[in-house]
């Protein structure tokens, strides 16, 4: 068994942002019933309903617990089902609710070995005591065990360094493991994929994704200059390393001949329509076989 709940499903800033007025944000804020708020991008696993495995731990990590009761103390005073936390970028919104997990509590913390050098790096991840928090150094392309029964895998995918480190970095794309997915499977052979970031989707990748039974890929944009055109920023979603969702070459036209059972959009921003329920662009993405992730959206595999 392979049982997915999705944490939160907005990009970085949420839904609605804190600082953003658009038309959207605004509806969310009234109470709209077809914009429903949504945190920061997160999804727990789990393969035998008792250990779970966070991925990317986002800075509303405390809010998602406690509105996610398989998440929250079982027994005596103090105790989490969260066993391991897996990360795929070092970016704020994937690794700033780890502050949240520094109360001496024991689980595995789990990333590429970039990853891991920023964090060590920034004395503020020291909180996280080394008596109760085992960090793991994970190599690219090699299967590893998780707590419940699950085998995760990472794997890099094209994207950019962590905004925080543009300026220390030699490219912006950064290296191979900076930005990667993270391959979920069970014993049974149910295999789940989270890619919240993707600048593109060369075919090595594309090879990776056919046939799988539920992928959660990257949504962030509708086009890659909405941002611009709205108003709200100055970057395409290619300077931000992500695809859009509706340009030609963007994900639904990529994914056309790949067979996935559950294509999940995720890591949405504030700008994005397909946010809105009633929304025309909402329409197309579901006529071309993609869901909308929100919190608390559960599939079992």
Not at 115 to 131: G, K, S
Not at 186 to 198: E, K, L, N, Q, V
């Amino acid at each position: 068994m392979l049982r997915i709940v999705v944490l939160g499903a907005s990009a970085g800033g949420g839904f609605p942002q804190w600082n953003a007025n658009n038309a959207a944000c605004r509806r969310a804020r009234a109470g709209d019933p077809a914009a429903r708020p949504r945190t920061q991008c997160s999804i727990a696993v789990t393969g035998d309903n008792e250990n779970w495995v966070v991925a990317n731990a986002s800075p509303d990590l405390r809010q998602q617990i406690e509105a996610t009761t398989v998440l929250q103390p079982q027994h005596g005073l103090r105790h989490s089902p969260i066993s391991a936390v897996v990360l795929v970028s070092g970016e704020i919104d994937a690794v700033a609710g780890l502050l949240h997990l520094r109360e001496s509590q024991s689980f595995t913390l789990l990333a590429t070995r970039r990853v891991q050098e920023t964090l060590r790096a920034n004395p503020i991840f020291d909180a996280l005591a080394p008596a109760f928090v085992q960090r793991q150094p994970v190599a690219l392309n090699q299967p590893f065990a998780l707590p419940g029964g699950l085998v995760g895998e990472l794997f890099s995918v094209p994207g950019k360094v962590a905004l925080y480190l543009e300026g220390k970095s030699q490219t912006l794309a950064g290296e191979a493991e900076d930005t990667v997915g993270l391959r979920l499977s069970d014993a049974a052979g149910a295999t789940c994929y989270f890619i919240p970031g993707c600048a593109r989707l060369p075919q090595a990748v594309a090879n990776r994704l056919n046939g799988a039974d539920a992928v959660f890929f990257d949504g962030t944009l509708w086009t890659d200059d909405e941002m611009i055109r709205e108003g709200s920023g100055t970057k395409t979603g290619q300077r931000m390393g992500h695809m859009s969702v509706a340009d030609p070459e963007g994900t639904i036209a990529a994914f056309r001949d790949i067979a996935v059972r559950r294509k999940i959009f995720m890591h949405i921003n504030n700008s994005n329509p397909i946010l809105l329920d009633d929304s025309p662009e909402r329409e197309i993405a579901e006529r071309a076989g993609w869901e909308v992730a929100h919190d608390g959206m559960e599939i079992v595999l």
